[in-house]
């Protein structure tokens, strides 16, 4: 792993940023398992942490010691709460098409988004919008060439390595493969997001 690098980001708070995805994801869920003393609150991003501190208890030079002692862990399997298992139903748009190249059936490429285990990486995008990155060989789906100007709520899309369900009717270009009815944004729930990061996801096929 190459070392993080710890930068200033006002008085109460580091952005820490990683080499790649999977550095960023998995120091994400040591902080879970071991969190670092006075760090109160972590936010997530594509290869990098925003942590904010309580300036009275520790400090910035704490805080990069303790991050380069940490050995990043699995974050697939590693949460000890239960799945959110999402109901799909798979007739999207780009089902054949994302299947053809990846090489595979749609009944294949719906076998292997379901059969895999996945988790919110990060948020992004929109509000409610979790980057789901699975325990499976590693994906590079291409986004489509023309994004669409709208793509309908509870959509469920694949781009690059990663899978998410748009939360709310938007202009997207990810493959869609699926749609579901579970609401990824709701201010009636609290948090009012379905899916925040280091949250273990499974997709589930259901009827029409």
């Known amino acids: 792993m190459t070392a993080p690098r710890v930068l ?3 008085e109460r ?4 940023e990683f080499a790649t995805l999977a550095e960023a994801v998995g120091t994400r869920a040591a902080l879970e398992r071991a969190p670092i003393t006075g760090v109160t609150d972590a936010a997530s991003g594509a290869r990098t942490l925003m942590l904010h501190f309580d300036p ?17 862990a699995p974050a697939l399997g590693s949460s000890a709460s239960a799945p959110v298992e999402i109901p799909v139903v798979y ?5 054949a098409d ?12 719906i076998a292997a988004h379901t059969g895999r285990a996945w988790v919110c990486a990060f948020g992004g ?8 990155v699975s325990d499976g060989s590693s994906w590079d789906v291409p986004r489509l060439a023309t994004p669409r100007t709208r793509v309908p709520a509870g959509a469920v899309g694949l781009a690059g390595e990663f899978s998410g369900v748009y939360p709310r009717a938007s202009p997207g270009g990810w493959r869609l493969i ?15 997001g379905l899916l925040t990061a280091g949250t273990p ?8």
């Open 8 to 10: 200033r980001a006002g």
């Open 13 to 16: 708070d580091v952005l820490v």
């Open 56 to 72: 009275g208890v520790t400090s910035i030079a704490a805080i990069e010691t303790a991050i380069a002692a940490l050995e990043p």
């Open 91 to 95: 007739d999207g748009e780009d089902l």
């Open 98 to 109: 994302t299947a053809a190249l990846l090489g595979l059936t749609a009944d294949e490429l």
């Open 125 to 132: 995008f929109a509000p409610g919008f979790g980057y789901l």
């Open 178 to 192: 699926g749609r579901t009815e579970l609401p990824m944004w709701d201010l009636a729930r609290t948090p009012p």
């Open 201 to 208: 996801v499974r997709f589930v096929q259901v009827g029409p």
